[in-house]
């Protein structure tokens, strides 16, 4: 019996693997493949005269900034008037970009404070983690490309805990993002002890090299599909390796006892390496959650490989000015190039009679609308892959004007099957998605 247990104990590092036919017993029905859970944040809202699309039929048309999603119409909802009220001022003053990170997975309002005395809600990727992530080898993983703050004074009196946080365990306790891929690679595919994994990169060793004896073994007696299946994946995960490997080559101010930089040098490769490690810890079932926050709000980063050298979040208080309105939706369109990258890997990456992304639900959206009004009302949001059938992608979706956003979480949850009654500041469940 070639069963994945008896694999997985013969291999020297914790490489952990998709799921494969062959390990399904003879004559049973078809392997069920969990369903994932993915919330991907953009900042300082959207250019939305050239972000929403536009109502065609029974589909619709996509906006300029989102050509780039056109080959995964078919896998894509928009969803129309979802708020985060939580974000707004409600008599707390200024703050918007602190609130909107803070709201956007809790639905709750955050207590105006730049001290230890934290106080928002609990975020819904944590609901799930909490109800299911004792499943996978990891509860959840938390993504981002900027460095973790759990303290400081960032946004008109907030702590910087409450913008450079998506994910909450509770209401005082962020769950901190990880922006070195290099640190993501270890927690999925190390060993676990960090001194072994340590010398393994000074030795320049990979992972697979641990686990060839065992891949061959198992290779022969593996199905053709399945034989396919991994090849793919051990290719895919070396040439990530190689990836970091070759952003940790060009750092070169490190110190030598600290931990690895495996940040890469541009900003548009880190963020798709960060894909990428979200995808095989999908594709390998090591977590169910996630979250990816590409930056946080009110980040002022300029895109000089787009021709944009202001900041972004200068540029979102644009006062309808063209130029300025025009370089946003260059922001827009590079987001949305990076997010159809992802789609197309996971609809690419098979998972029994369909792909990872027929598994998956993914919002994708922010906590403000236009950055020049710091509106918090019809949210950007877009809802991609079909759930394990339990979405109906390829439309616009027009909730009730002043829907919370919430209420589209506790309807991802029920899909998940975790039992949940309310998120924050929701008022029942959104149907029709």
Not at 76 to 88: G, P, T, V, W
Not at 349 to 368: A, F, K, N
Request: with cysteine; net charge neutral; proline share 5%.
């Amino acid at each position: 019996m070639h069963s994945r247990r008896n694999f997985l104990k013969g291999i020297a590092a914790t490489l952990a693997l998709p799921s494969l036919e062959s390990f399904a017993a003879t004559g049973a029905k078809a392997v069920a493949h969990p369903t994932r859970l993915a919330f991907v944040y953009i900042p300082n809202g959207v250019n939305l005269d050239l972000w929403r699309p536009q109502a065609h039929g029974n589909g619709f048309n996509l906006g300029p900034s989102l050509q780039a999603l056109q080959p995964h119409r078919g896998d894509i909802s928009f969803i129309r008037n979802l708020d985060h009220d939580k974000a707004r001022a409600n008599g707390d003053g200024p703050g918007d970009h602190a609130r909107a990170n803070a709201s956007f997975l809790t639905g709750c309002q955050p207590r105006k404070t730049a001290g230890a005395d934290l106080r928002v809600g609990t975020s819904v990727d944590q609901i799930a983690a909490r109800a299911i992530g004792s499943e996978t080898r990891l509860a959840s993983l938390e993504l981002s490309t900027d460095v973790s703050r759990r303290s400081g004074h960032c946004d008109s009196g907030y702590s910087c805990a409450y913008q450079f946080n998506l994910s909450w365990i509770d209401e005082q306790t962020p769950a901190p993002a990880e922006r070195d891929p290099r640190l993501v690679f270890e927690k999925l595919f190390g060993s676990g002890n960090s001194r072994e994994d340590a010398r393994r990169r000074a030795y320049r060793r990979s992972i697979l090299d641990f686990v060839q004896d065992d891949a061959r073994r198992l290779h022969q007696r593996l199905g053709h599909t399945d034989r396919g299946k991994i090849d793919q994946y051990l290719t895919a995960v070396r040439e990530l390796e190689q990836r970091i490997e070759r952003a940790e080559k060009h750092r070169t101010q490190i110190p030598e006892n600290a931990r690895p930089d495996g940040i890469p040098e541009t900003y548009e490769e880190h963020i798709r390496v960060q894909f990428e490690l979200m995808l095989l810890a999908f594709q390998t079932d090591s977590t169910r959650v996630a979250s990816f926050l590409l930056a946080h709000d009110g980040s002022n980063r300029p895109f000089p490989e787009l021709g944009v050298h202001s900041g972004h979040h200068e540029l979102s208080h644009h006062r309808g000015l063209r130029d300025h309105l025009d370089q946003i939706a260059r922001i827009d369109r590079f987001y949305a190039e990076q997010f159809s990258w992802f789609l197309k890997r996971l609809k690419e990456t098979r998972e029994g009679d369909g792909s990872l992304l027929d598994h998956s639900m993914i919002v994708y959206g922010g906590g403000i609308a236009d950055g020049n009004q710091h509106n918090h009302d019809d949210l950007p949001v877009i809802l991609a892959g079909r759930g394990n059938g339990m979405l109906n992608p390829g439309r616009i979706i027009q909730a009730e004007t002043g829907t919370p956003m919430t209420n589209l979480y506790l309807s991802l949850l029920d899909r998940m099957n975790v039992p949940a009654e309310r998120i924050g500041d929701s008022t029942g469940r959104l149907q029709g998605i």
